[in-house]
């Protein structure tokens, strides 16, 4: 990863992603064609209002879409799936925790891609404690 003399912008953060995305299993990434990443500096205040959350700061990815496990061959036609990724909040955790900010990406990346498929947070929680316990 290069050593960054200004904080990474938008088109860095969204080439880590995208290199995450590449590096998931194909049994997987068959799954996510059509899948839009987008990368913004913040949440807007709607999205922060209908998560029913109170700083942007605690937001760090998004998952907008209909999960697989709701999805119906009857359904409309319907907008793509998107990842939506905030720069910001991801950077001020890279900062306080120190984390490889790659890897700190794509975990976010990976949590959202995870709600594509239909994972909840406490699910996708639970999966991240048991892959720290082994």
């Known amino acids: 990863m290069p050593a960054y003399t200004i904080p990474p912008g938008e088109a860095d953060i969204l080439a ?15 799954h996510l064609e059509g899948l839009t990443i987008t990368v ?3 949440a807007d205040e709607e ?25 119906s061959v009857s359904d409309p036609v319907r907008l793509p799936d998107t990842i939506m990724l905030y720069r910001d909040p991801i950077l001020i955790e890279w900062i306080e925790t120190g984390e490889d900010l790659a890897r700190l990406v794509g975990s976010v990346l990976v949590h959202e891609v995870a709600h594509h498929f239909g994972f909840s947070d406490a699910e996708i929680e639970r999966i991240e404690a048991d892959m720290l316990d082994r």
């Open 16 to 30: 880590m992603a995208e290199a995450a995305l590449a590096a998931l299993p194909q049994r997987l990434s068959r």
């Open 40 to 42: 913004e500096d913040m």
């Open 47 to 71: 999205t922060l209002a209908s998560l029913e959350i109170e700083s942007a700061w605690e937001l760090t990815g998004l998952y907008r879409g209909i999960p697989m496990t709701e999805r």
